[in-house]
């Protein structure tokens, strides 16, 4: 299945439609990560602009195996599940866009190298009185390889910050964009995701040929 | 922790039945495992001897119906995914559901023309 660069309203071809089911229609899945720190509004930007559902996985954990940012009321509770925020957009009959939250806690980074597989970047949601919550989610999505844009989400009261000190203060690379947003607004949130598209379609290497010749068959192992 | 003191409070507290008991103990499919936004469809193949499906094969069956993505699947029945990926192989390796051929590969991002489709999907919302 091969998409022409120089057409962007090229719809998947007759042979991307005629699955193994005989489906006429068919359907293009692309995923985008939200990250940052503990509470820094990860559920809360996907539920702004999604329909969001919980997500469980199965993960072999013994203690507190809930990766949502609200641990109010589950502390304690033994379970071997992982949450993650999961929300869906349809962008067109035959064109999904996923968000997933990716979990906040520590234990769960074996969850990540899953979710990144495929994705097309990422947001880094970042909470001004607790920056260096998003570390990690920088380092990774630097190491990763994987474009990503850093959202200050501005909650209430908390002091407006200029997005060239939150850069710096973060050490981003130049060229990585920094926005403000307010995750509570939909509006808002669909302006960061915006920004992420933008940025991601500023690489070079964006829609590499290689990356559209791959078979489906190379898709990645179950965890 | 004291088991005895163990207790399933809610939805968020995950499933009441250990996730291995409805899989028989597997943990991942026979075969390839299912991307997370895997897209899978039923074959159209009827169903041979319905007594080996468990009520969640018939259920995972009827959700691929049209074309679905594996997540969509986990949250819509409210099963976790690792489940899921293992009902699926059942379902795949007796030619009853298949990944359907979609653009996006797992491993490399989306080509240039389903980003752009994506930017401008965004810009419509």
């Known amino acids: ?223 | 922790m004291n088991p005895s003191a163990e207790r399933w409070l809610d939805r968020e507290a995950g499933p009441l039945v250990r996730p291995y008991a409805r899989t028989r103990g597997r943990t991942r499919p026979a075969g390839e495992g299912f991307d997370l936004i895997a897209v899978v469809a039923a074959t159209g193949a009827r169903p041979g001897d319905r007594l080996r499906y468990s009520p969640d094969h018939v259920r995972l069956l009827r959700g691929c119906a049209r074309p679905v993505a594996v997540a969509d699947l986990a949250a819509e029945f409210g099963l976790p995914l690792g489940v899921v990926r293992v009902l699926l192989g059942d379902l795949r390796d007796e030619g009853l559901i298949a990944v359907v051929d979609t653009a996006a590969p797992a491993q490399g991002r989306p080509g240039r023309g389903v980003l752009r489709e994506v930017l401008n999907g965004l810009r419509a919302l």
């Open chain 1, 1 to 223: 299945m091969v998409y022409a660069p120089s057409d962007p309203a090229a719809g998947p071809g007759p042979a991307a439609g005629a699955g193994p089911g005989g489906t006429a229609r068919p359907l293009v899945t692309t995923k985008i990560l939200i990250a940052g720190g503990f509470g820094a509004g990860k559920t809360t930007l996907v539920g702004s602009i999604s329909e969001i559902r919980p997500l469980h996985t199965e993960e072999p954990l013994t203690d507190r195996g809930v990766g949502v940012d609200d641990v109010t009321g589950v502390q304690g509770k033994t379970t071997t599940t992982v949450a993650m925020d999961f929300g869906r957009l349809t962008l067109s009959d035959q064109l999904l866009l996923y968000l997933f939250g990716t979990p906040g806690q520590d234990r769960f980074w074996f969850m990540w190298d899953e979710l990144a597989a495929g994705a097309i970047g990422a947001v880094v949601l970042a909470d001004t009185r607790r920056l260096t919550g998003c570390f990690p989610a920088i380092d990774y999505f630097e190491r990763r390889g994987l474009p990503f844009v850093v959202a200050v989400n501005c909650f209430d009261g908390a002091a407006r910050h200029d997005p060239r000190d939150v850069a710096i203060a973060l050490d981003l690379d130049p060229g990585v964009p920094v926005l403000l947003c307010d995750a509570r607004r939909r509006e808002s949130s669909k302006q960061v995701l915006i920004a992420l598209m933008e940025h991601v379609l500023s690489w070079p290497d964006a829609g590499a040929p290689g990356h559209d010749a791959r078979s489906p068959d190379r898709r990645g192992p179950a965890t």
